[in-house]
């Protein structure tokens, strides 16, 4: 029964916080449904492209939530139940949910353009440049990351080619390819031959459904470095192809899996309590101290995607943006999606409760197998039919979010890579000149961070995770402080962001900075590896940036006091 109350007791908070505070903050900041969205004014058929409600809602949800919200609570339950429960809640509406929303919001106001240049617009052009090599080292991460997740899952040792009776990687990974396929035909079919989205989604639900079952009869199989060379050429044409052929398309068939995933877990929550199949196991508390660290900062950085996550910004200010047909859906896409997002996070750690002893005895290769394992377990044996269907399914959707996470944040990173180079007065690489403009080209920024990416995702370097999860938060601190600047510019209410900023920061960079003391110890004493230099450098880099960009916030901060108090 614990279960059943952490679930309930969730979803009522985070919908009393959707109808309140998230009301509150659409009329504090003047949500206006007659305004024109950039993806109206600036329709160009590529990435100004406005989407219906339901298609940005599932490409916005599929993008945000990747196995973050899965990977981040599992790792953090060894604290207990109780202290992940509480962040992923109180975390979500007021931090991940104000970010979320908040950035997706002002970069509706600034024609669509990412967090960049809302800094440039109230901090500065300087302040812009040192946020987007920011960002770029995160997307290097987040690229490198999810490489790593996706041809793990798809790696086969069997010959290349067919299989019958596949693994499930090779089952995994047919059915993925398969997907990208179904979405082009479903963009083709819903943007060029007019078919509307009731119809033309009933289809798409039921070839996943015949995709399903075609995959678990037969696989493809491909090394795990195939595959990585595959992945890479893939995330580029996703990256320059226009939204509506694959980005969209993709992402909202993706959203139909995460929310079966989610019905079928919210389905063996209350299955499992009333016919006794799995029991909850975490201790409600554990200590203030764990094998992943300290309460504070480490639950506040382990969670990660289930209560705030930096990557959020990168995708509201970046793609959905630039498809909002409507300001007035800027609330449930933003602000809604970062809740359910939430409740992903409380159901990730009710499943590894059902098998927590199992997990915290090291019997599962990675967070999301304990996950699959954790709800599997709640209709039945391991030996049973349906464990072992559910257990695919679940491993299959995880796969399919990291993948689309990772086509999106490749995107994000052609835009921001091009950015970099462009001055004030030049819109796209076109007005550049010299070597800038080779810089700014689209194809140019793509190769260079998916090469990066992948050749860091192939080393499966352990270090990546551990830089992933501060790194991106840190993001979330200095997206907070962006659109509180930009606010208070604007003259509207920015007060409810300084706690969340603050906090942000300040954990964030508690964490690099204890990473950065444990690894020059570790070099001091010559233990440090090529990855622990790494990971130094790295850590060092992210504080430095951070560091020069909360000056410029305090400065900015400080001039909007001194006008207000003049005013």
């Given at each position: 029964?614990?279960?059943?109350?952490?679930?309930v007791?969730a979803i009522?908070?985070?919908?009393?916080?959707y109808?309140?505070?998230?009301?509150?903050?659409?009329?504090?900041?003047?949500?206006?449904?007659?305004?024109?969205?950039?993806?109206?004014?600036?329709?160009?058929?590529?990435?100004y492209?406005?989407a219906?409600?339901?298609?940005?809602?599932g490409?916005?949800?599929?993008?945000?939530?990747?196995?973050g919200?899965?990977?981040?609570?599992?790792q953090?339950?060894?604290f207990?139940?109780?202290?992940?429960?509480?962040?992923c809640?109180?975390?979500?509406?007021?931090f991940?949910?104000?970010?979320?929303?908040?950035?997706?919001?002002?970069?509706?106001?600034?024609?669509?353009?990412?967090?960049?240049?809302?800094?440039?617009?109230?901090?500065?052009?300087?302040a812009?440049?040192?946020?987007?090599?920011?960002?770029?080292?995160?997307?290097?991460?987040?690229?490198?990351?999810?490489?790593?997740v996706?041809?793990?899952?798809?790696?086969?040792?069997?010959?290349?080619?067919?299989?019958?009776?596949?693994?499930?990687?090779?089952?995994?990974?047919?059915?993925?390819?398969?997907?990208?396929?179904?979405?082009?035909?479903y963009?083709?079919?819903?943007?060029?031959?007019?078919?509307?989205?009731?119809?033309?989604s009933?289809g798409?639900?039921?070839?996943?459904i015949?995709?399903?079952v075609?995959g678990?009869?037969?696989?493809?199989?491909?090394?795990?470095?195939?595959?990585?060379?595959?992945?890479?050429?893939?995330?580029?044409?996703?990256?320059?192809?226009?939204?509506?052929?694959?980005?969209?398309p993709?992402?909202?068939?993706?959203?139909?899996?995460?929310?079966?995933?989610?019905?079928?877990?919210?389905?063996?929550?209350?299955?499992?309590?009333?016919?006794?199949?799995a029991?909850f196991?975490i201790?409600?508390f554990t200590?203030?101290?764990?094998?992943?660290?300290?309460?504070?900062?480490a639950?506040?950085?382990?969670?990660?995607?289930?209560?705030?996550s930096?990557?959020?910004?990168?995708?509201?200010?970046g793609?959905?943006?630039?498809?909002?047909a409507?300001?007035?859906?800027?609330?449930?896409?933003?602000?809604?999606?970062?809740?359910?997002?939430?409740?992903?996070?409380?159901?990730?750690?009710?499943a590894?409760?059902?098998?927590?002893?199992?997990?915290?005895?090291?019997?599962?290769?990675?967070?999301?197998?304990?996950f699959a394992?954790?709800?599997?377990t709640m209709?039945?044996?391991?030996?049973?039919?349906?464990?072992?269907?559910?257990?695919?399914?679940l491993?299959?959707?995880?796969s399919?979010?990291?993948?689309?996470?990772?086509?999106?944040?490749?995107r994000?990173?052609?835009?921001?890579?091009?950015?970099?180079?462009?001055?004030?007065?030049?819109a796209?690489?076109?007005?550049?000149t010299?070597?800038?403009?080779?810089?700014?080209?689209?194809l140019?920024?793509?190769?260079?961070?998916?090469?990066?990416?992948?050749?860091?995702?192939?080393?499966?370097?352990?270090q990546?995770?551990?830089?992933?999860g501060?790194?991106?938060?840190?993001?979330?601190g200095?997206?907070?402080m962006?659109?509180?600047?930009?606010?208070?510019?604007?003259?509207?209410?920015?007060?409810?962001?300084?706690?969340p900023?603050?906090?942000m920061?300040?954990?964030?960079?508690?964490?690099?900075?204890?990473?950065?003391?444990?690894?020059?110890?570790?070099?001091?004493?010559?233990?440090?590896?090529?990855?622990?230099?790494?990971?130094?450098?790295?850590?060092?880099?992210?504080?430095?940036l951070?560091?020069?960009?909360?000056v410029?916030?305090?400065?900015?901060?400080?001039?909007?006091?001194?006008?207000?108090?003049?005013?």
């Amino acid at each position: 029964m614990t279960a059943i109350l952490i679930i309930v007791a969730a979803i009522v908070l985070l919908v009393l916080g959707y109808v309140f505070y998230g009301s509150w903050l659409a009329k504090q900041w003047g949500i206006d449904p007659g305004r024109k969205t950039p993806a109206i004014e600036l329709e160009d058929g590529v990435d100004y492209v406005a989407a219906k409600p339901a298609v940005l809602m599932g490409h916005h949800f599929s993008s945000i939530a990747g196995a973050g919200p899965i990977n981040g609570p599992i790792q953090a339950s060894v604290f207990g139940w109780l202290p992940v429960f509480l962040w992923c809640v109180i975390g979500g509406i007021f931090f991940g949910g104000l970010q979320d929303f908040g950035s997706l919001f002002a970069s509706i106001r600034h024609g669509g353009k990412s967090v960049g240049e809302i800094i440039k617009d109230s901090m500065g052009d300087r302040a812009k440049k040192l946020f987007i090599i920011f960002a770029l080292l995160v997307l290097i991460l987040v690229i490198a990351s999810f490489v790593n997740v996706v041809a793990g899952t798809f790696a086969s040792t069997n010959p290349f080619g067919f299989t019958s009776g596949p693994t499930g990687n090779e089952t995994t990974a047919i059915i993925s390819l398969m997907f990208i396929v179904l979405a082009i035909i479903y963009g083709l079919v819903t943007n060029r031959l007019g078919v509307k989205t009731l119809p033309a989604s009933i289809g798409g639900i039921v070839c996943i459904i015949l995709m399903i079952v075609l995959g678990l009869n037969f696989g493809f199989a491909m090394s795990r470095t195939a595959w990585i060379i595959t992945i890479g050429a893939y995330i580029t044409i996703a990256s320059l192809v226009p939204v509506w052929i694959l980005l969209q398309p993709r992402d909202y068939l993706s959203s139909f899996l995460l929310y079966a995933m989610m019905a079928v877990a919210l389905i063996g929550i209350f299955f499992s309590a009333f016919s006794g199949t799995a029991t909850f196991e975490i201790p409600m508390f554990t200590g203030w101290k764990t094998s992943i660290g300290t309460l504070f900062p480490a639950l506040f950085i382990t969670v990660a995607c289930g209560a705030c996550s930096g990557f959020h910004s990168l995708i509201s200010t970046g793609t959905s943006s630039k498809q909002l047909a409507n300001e007035k859906d800027a609330k449930p896409i933003g602000y809604g999606s970062m809740l359910i997002e939430s409740a992903l996070g409380i159901i990730s750690l009710i499943a590894v409760g059902m098998v927590f002893k199992a997990y915290t005895n090291g019997d599962f290769g990675s967070p999301a197998a304990a996950f699959a394992a954790g709800i599997a377990t709640m209709f039945g044996t391991e030996q049973s039919t349906v464990y072992n269907t559910i257990y695919a399914l679940l491993t299959l959707a995880v796969s399919v979010f990291a993948l689309t996470s990772l086509d999106t944040g490749t995107r994000l990173s052609r835009f921001m890579f091009s950015e970099l180079f462009l001055k004030k007065d030049e819109a796209t690489y076109k007005d550049a000149t010299g070597i800038r403009k080779v810089l700014a080209y689209p194809l140019t920024g793509t190769l260079i961070m998916v090469v990066i990416g992948c050749v860091l995702g192939g080393l499966s370097l352990s270090q990546i995770w551990g830089l992933f999860g501060a790194a991106n938060q840190l993001l979330a601190g200095i997206a907070l402080m962006a659109v509180a600047a930009w606010l208070g510019n604007a003259g509207k209410n920015n007060k409810m962001f300084y706690i969340p900023m603050v906090f942000m920061l300040v954990a964030t960079i508690t964490s690099l900075v204890m990473t950065v003391i444990a690894k020059i110890k570790m070099a001091a004493t010559g233990a440090a590896m090529w990855g622990d230099w790494f990971q130094l450098i790295f850590a060092a880099a992210m504080v430095v940036l951070a560091l020069f960009l909360v000056v410029e916030g305090v400065q900015t901060f400080s001039e909007q006091m001194k006008k207000k108090a003049k005013a």
